[in-house]
């Protein structure tokens, strides 16, 4: 079982939309939560972490974590056309880094 | 705004070459890592770096691989006897702390293995 699984998507949605994006995790042990957006030819840049479970807001970003699921979810209010991008979970034990494969989102304006 | 550079953006290589790829940290960040990102695939953690040593690093990480902080700013990876399959972008990253939310990633370098 891979440490990480993400839908790869395509997502494609329009201008204002909420996007949900979704990731489940296999080991208990994992502490940290990351959210990363990767636009074409670029560095993962990271968009919003967190450490426990339930919800943190940062704007029209909300990172949700559920640890007795082992499922942590991104969701992106009023969606933009500069949203479009690759959105990488990542999850964090000790000082490794695992990713998911990232899900690649379009927003139609 | 401070950001990690990397060098080259493209590197082109034959097989069994090796190749040392740069990346020029934060300045203030003291620790250091290294991902793969093949074509199409997951980034992949390689390798995080401390005090001039390995603190972590995957199964990816072989005798293939090493790391290096040459001097105050640099820090490399070389790539011994590259194969096909090592063609991939690899970003370098940095953060001041471990696992925080300040881990800030380079423009990656393209590895091409011919």
């Known amino acids: 079982q891979k440490e990480v699984e993400q839908d790869p998507g395509p997502l494609s949605v329009p201008e204002g939309a909420i996007v949900s994006l979704n990731c489940t995790y296999s080991?208990?042990?994992?502490?940290?939560f990351m959210w990363y957006r990767q636009y074409s030819r670029k560095g993962p840049e990271l968009l919003m972490y967190t450490y426990s479970s339930g919800n943190k807001e940062d704007g029209r970003f909300t990172a949700q974590v559920d640890k007795s699921s082992k499922y942590i979810s991104l969701f992106i209010r009023d969606s933009q056309p500069s949203d479009s991008a690759t959105y990488l979970c990542?999850?964090?034990?000790?000082?490794?880094?695992?990713f998911g494969t990232g899900t690649s989102l379009t927003v139609i304006p | 705004e401070p950001e990690v550079t990397q060098t080259p953006s493209h590197q082109v290589t034959q097989m069994g070459q090796e190749v040392i790829l740069r990346c020029v940290p934060i300045?203030?960040?003291?620790?250091f890592y290294w991902y793969r990102q093949i074509l199409g695939q997951k980034v992949e953690f390689l390798v995080s770096?401390?005090?001039?040593?390995?603190?972590?690093k995957s199964e990816i990480f072989d005798d293939q691989f090493s790391v290096e902080r040459p001097d105050g700013s640099n820090f490399t990876l070389k790539i011994r006897s590259t194969k096909l399959e090592d063609s991939a972008m690899y970003f370098c990253?940095?953060?001041?702390?471990?696992?925080?939310?300040?881990?800030?990633f380079g423009p990656g370098t393209r590895l091409t293995v011919l």
């Open positions: 990542a999850i964090v034990t000790g000082n490794q880094f695992y």
């Open positions: 080991n208990s042990a994992f502490q940290y």
């Open positions: 770096f401390y005090n001039n040593e390995i603190s972590e």
């Open positions: 990253a940095s953060s001041p702390d471990r696992a925080t939310d300040t881990q800030y």
């Open positions: 300045s203030n960040h003291l620790y």
